[in-house]
């Protein structure tokens, strides 16, 4: 293995990564996940014994235990009774088919890999994110923690109404009362009893998991009592008589025999029945008149499978609240006004009920699918266990369903289905009348099962509250993680109780039980769209070994969780919907960042490609044109960012809208410079961050930066996504710069992006540009509008104005109107476009006649080409370039000497550009020629390698402002032809200036002078940019324009378009 000896110090052999492989054990669940565990330095691994559960014992039975619940015992016989056979056995159906769809995705994705702690959270944040996966894991959570609310209800309404009724602490005086009696019993003794599961499961869970099987036992007991019940009422039906009033069902409380007189000795007197509906038990008494008017009758409550009575309870009977409970078909003599006394002994129904209102009711009977996934590290064969015995469970469950609901509907009789807390057969669990060989079998069964069930949740919904506060994607739950030294999550715990309060002091079982549907519901959802979206976006490490599956099952699963929570309660469904949400965004927000893989992030890269493509289809419209900005950035020696305002400007033109890039070039080689380049881009990150730019980062490499910025310009972006405009800062000290490539590059880099058609923005005085948190109560944005650059010129000002710092000025558009130009009629025509652009802004006509080129010019020209001169002896030998250096010298100190002759030794140099400082300088200086330490130019562009001397003389001439002033007051007045002969005359150097040259600079002074005039206050100032010269010879006099043209100015933005209309006036 010599061949890999350096890949060994950083790859492991294959046989030590199948050896790590085949010692791995699920860790216990609330742990952290086993990839950090596993990095621990120094941590021994300790023996563990491997997992001897099967699919019987480990996946089969905590399911069935799960979904047999509270609600089969307590409530599925009331919605036969009033939602019919037909009706029942579709929502059974419904039900049954979303949890079915949900276990067969949760299949597939607990047989991708192994599944650690925290099952069904676990699943879904690996499959759809942290954000995703926080949000409905702590909807799990809520949803766990309030289904153990609703175990502990069932229990104390099994306890209360069924075992010991006399245990009742608080009574009604009269039958309005009683049910705000029965609710503050549910708190009391539902509080005791939580506090006591949250001791033993405190104190010990070991003895929750060792009762479980008890637990299950009775649950499975009771199942079949209720089978044997039916097959013994079909035979022998059982003696449960119920009284009849008229078609009105009696409770049974306060009397014995379903008469209305009964002989007492030799005398006819009335029954305690009468007593209830009359004065006294003389039969003079005054009695109610529905009572007189009708009889009473005696029926079978459970006539038995053999009877036809399946036909009387095939269709629903809805209830209101407070109406009587009546048997259909039986004959009675209605009143014409009935006044109803609930404190009369009639079975009252306690509720209104519709279909949406029994599916919320009914569903959590057939959640706790989960179970056998939240137990993979005990299974033997985690991925064959998982979803045979989860698919078996729920098809057990679900064939016990659906026989029930039929079952039910054809033995007992519609008025006890009815009857919910089961007052017409003597207080009796309706399901109980039913079992064999007693009643009582299935009270002690339902009420231990229930015990176990609401321990089994305040074990579990910790332990998950654990596993997502130790993830850290929740910052302020991480409190929540710690526990005791065994693991336990003490807080967590105790921060379950709080919550499981919460649905005890709701006291009502079937208010609390929707809330649970809405929290396992959105849990399925989820689970079903993380198989839909993996199996669509065909992710290379999307394997499962579960081969039954498809994405449209995935799909329909999803759908039907939906349709179920609009269904069970629409305002339920939108509060989850707005907690996850609420969760959602908070992770997004504050969360910690995490990458695993996840499915969400596919399908962004999924939806990303097919934006691209599309955008690849062709340029955007005119409408939808914005700035897509690449901007350049320089940074230093520690990458560092040297002009951090640049991006403020770019926050501020963006708004967070659309693409930006922003670029930098290192020179040097990337082998040797790929550290700098990642700490360059980590700084640009910070910036970005910092001044709230959305959009990427981009540094480059390069042997020189020329080759650099023209890669960047050429390759930024991806298809269609790429930027339209190029913003720079102005290469502020290029005069002095030892240099010449600086204001080469600049020039190449203005050439590049016009041969690109990109539009370009160049700021002047970037450094006092103002920052996102500066504001401007007032002042203008100036628009100078020279030539036409498809519109950029008056679309920057508005973008700038949305942002905060640019909202409160006002944008002032001027033009250039020359000599032949109605100046009139060209304002009104900029008015009328400027309406038709939906743009507000004020007007404003200038006006430049030609006029006599001044000295003030001409000598700007001289210096000018005096510099382009000697630049361009920096490419000769040394003796020539001496030579030649000193000629020039000599006419501009003969020159000078004419001009200022007390002077003898005049600099012309321009320092640095010092921005923002308060004070001018008193000169304007120019330096022709570097001092003889500054380090060497390039003798040719093609050889950078070979070094020539600077010129060991240093001359400098000079330019005063004053002297500058006074001949731009010379230059107004008029001058003639004459005149301008002597000027020659008079300066026999000037005679040689070339008169191209002179124009342009004539221009310059010129246009400078009224946009100072116009504008000198203005906040920021935005004008067009000529172009480079088409040869290359001006190159070194095109920044000479530039400057002139832009001086006495704060903050100056050029701009260049790129070639197209990116402004319209239609619609």
């Given amino acids: 293995m010599a ?14 990564l199948l050896s790590g492989l085949v010692n791995y054990t699920n860790l216990p669940q609330g742990s952290r996940e086993h990839e950090e565990a596993e990095n621990n330095d120094g941590a021994k691994k300790k023996p563990v014994q491997a997992p001897r559960m099967g699919t019987f014992m480990g996946v089969y039975l905590p399911c069935l235990q799960n979904i047999f619940g509270v609600i089969l015992f307590l409530r599925l016989t009331w919605v036969v009774g009033i939602a019919g ?110 506090t006591c599961m949250a001791t033993v499961v405190f104190v010990g869970v070991k003895y929750v998991n060792k009762f479980a099987l008890v637990f299950l036992g009775c649950v499975i007991l009771s199942i079949l009592a209720i089978y044997a019940g039916v097959i013994k009422s079909a035979i022998d039906p059982p003696s449960f008589p119920i009284c009849l009033l008229g078609n009105r069902t009696l409770s049974r409380h306060g009397f014995d025999i379903c008469a209305k007189l009964v002989l007492e000795g030799n005398e006819t007197v009335g029954s305690k029945l009468w007593e209830l509906f009359c004065t006294s038990k003389f039969l003079n008494a005054t009695c109610d008149e529905y009572f007189l008017r009708n009889n009473v009758t005696e029926i079978q409550g459970i006539p038995g499978a053999a009877s036809a009575l399946i036909k009387e309870n095939l269709w629903s009977t809805y209830l209101t609240k407070g109406v009587i409970v009546e048997k259909q078909g039986v004959p009675s003599v209605a009143l014409v006004d009935p006044v109803i006394d609930l404190d009369q002994p009639y079975v009252f129904s306690d509720m209104t009920s519709y279909f949406t209102l029994l599916v919320g009711i009914y569903f959590p009977s057939v959640t706790g699918i989960m179970a056998g996934s939240n137990r993979s590290g005990d299974l033997r064969d985690a991925q064959k266990s998982i979803p045979t015995g989860t698919i078996l469970a729920i098809a057990t469950t679900s064939a016990v369903y659906i026989s029930s ?18 007052e017409a057969v003597n207080g009796n669990l309706v399901v109980g009348t039913l079992a064999w060989p007693s009643p009582w079998v299935i009270v002690i069964g339902s009420f231990f099962s229930t015990c176990g069930a609401g321990l089994q949740s305040l074990t579990g919904a910790p332990r998950l509250l654990q596993a997502i506060s130790r993830d850290g994607i929740v910052p302020f739950l991480r409190v929540f993680g710690h526990g005791k030294a065994n693991g336990e999550p003490t807080w967590a715990l105790l921060l379950t109780a709080c919550i499981c309060e919460i649905g005890i002091l709701i006291a009502s079982l079937d208010e609390v039980a929707p809330i649970l549907s809405m929290f396992f519901l959105m849990c399925y959802m989820f689970v079903n769209l993380a198989c839909a979206v993996q199996t669509l976006l065909r992710t290379p490490n999307w394997r499962p070994r579960f081969r039954y599956y498809h994405w449209t099952l995935s799909f329909l699963g999803m759908s039907l969780c939906l349709a179920l929570m609009f269904i069970c309660s629409w305002y339920y469904a939108l509060v989850a919907m707005l907690i996850a949400g609420l969760i959602y965004k908070y992770i997004e927000y504050r969360g910690a960042e995490k990458e695993w893989g996840d499915g969400i992030r596919g399908l962004s890269l ?101 080759d650099g910025v023209s890669h960047l310009i050429q ?269 020659f005359n008079m300066k026999p150097e000037w005679e040689n200036l070339n008169q191209s040259n ?70």
């Fill in 998 to 1067: 002179v124009r342009r600079m004539h221009t310059a002074v010129k246009l400078n002078e009224v946009i100072v005039k116009k504008s000198q206050n203005a906040k920021l100032v935005l004008l067009n940019m000529p172009g480079p010269p088409r040869n290359r010879k001006g190159d070194e006099n095109y920044m000479e324009f530039l400057e002139v043209l832009t001086e006495h100015l704060d903050r100056v933005m050029l701009v260049r378009g790129g070639g197209r209309e990116v402004i319209t006036i239609y619609s």
């Fill in 85 to 194: 056979i037909m009706e029942s056995f579709c929502m059974v159906i419904l039900c049954c088919s979303c949890t079915m769809l949900t276990a067969i995705s949760m299949s597939a994705i607990a047989t991708n890999g192994v599944v650690p702690a925290g099952g069904s959270y676990y699943m879904i944040s690996r499959s759809l994110g942290p954000e995703f996966g926080g949000a409905v894991g702590l909807c799990f959570y809520l949803g766990t923690t309030f289904a153990g609310a609703m175990y502990i209800l069932g229990t104390i309404e099994i306890l209360l109404a069924y075992i010991f009724p006399a245990m009742a602490i608080f009574e009604g005086e009269d039958a309005s009362e009683e049910a705000a009696a029965m609710l503050n019993n549910m708190r009391v003794y539902g509080t005791c009893v939580l």
């Fill in 715 to 983: 390759s930024s972006g991806l298809g269609g996504l790429q930027h339209n405009t190029v913003l720079v800062g102005w290469p502020r000290n290029w005069r002095q710069k030892e240099d010449h490539q600086t204001w080469r590059n600049f020039i190449e880099l203005v050439r590049e992006t016009t041969a690109g058609h990109l539009a370009l923005l160049v700021t002047k005085n970037v450094a006092m540009f103002p920052g996102n948190q500066e504001r401007f109560s007032e002042g203008h944005i100036d628009v100078w509008w020279i030539v036409h650059d498809g519109g950029m010129l008056m679309l920057l000002p508005f973008l700038l104005r949305h942002h905060k710092v640019w909202r409160k000025c006002k944008m002032r558009i001027f033009t250039v109107a020359q000599m032949d130009d109605n100046s009139i009629q060209m304002k009104k025509d900029l008015t009328t476009f400027l309406y038709h652009l939906r743009i507000t802004a004020e007007v404003e006509v200038v006006e430049m006649h030609e006029s006599d080129i001044s000295a003030y010019t001409y000598e700007k020209t001289l210096v000018m080409e005096q510099r382009s001169e000697i630049l361009k002896q920096m490419h000769l030998t040394k003796t020539e370039r001496e030579r030649e250096i000193q000629s020039i010298t000599d006419e501009s100190r003969g020159s000078i000497r004419r001009k200022n002759p007390a002077n003898p030794r005049l600099r012309l140099s321009v320092p640095e550009e010092q921005v923002g400082d308060s004070e001018e300088k008193p000169e304007e200086e120019v330096q022709l020629i570097h001092d003889k330490n500054a380090t060497a130019f390039a003798s040719s562009p093609q050889s950078p390698s070979d070094e020539v001397e600077t010129a060991p003389e240093k001359v400098h001439l000079t330019w005063t402002k004053e002297k500058s002033v006074a001949e731009k007051n010379k230059s107004k007045s008029p001058v003639s032809p004459e005149s301008i002969k002597d000027f």
């Fill in 3 to 16: 061949l890999f000896e350096e890949e060994m110090d950083t790859s492991p052999m294959v046989s030590s």
């Fill in 405 to 422: 609901v039929i079952l039910f509907g054809a033995c007992i009789e519609g008025v006890v289905l009815r009857d919910k807390f089961g």
């Fill in 606 to 706: 999924s939806a990303a490609r097919y934006a691209l493509l599309r955008l690849e289809e062709g340029p955007p419209h005119t409408k939808n044109w914005r700035p897509q900005l690449l901007v350049l950035v320089r940074v230093d020696q520690e990458q560092n960012v040297v002009h951090p305002q640049l991006l403020s400007l770019t926050s501020q033109l963006k708004a967070g809208k659309g693409l930006t890039i922003v670029g930098s070039v290192l020179e040097g080689t990337f082998l040797d410079n790929h550290l700098q380049a990642q700490r360059a881009e980590e700084s640009l990150r910070r910036l970005m961050e910092a001044e709230k730019v959305k959009g990427f980062c981009q540094v480059v490499i390069s042997s020189n930066l020329r």
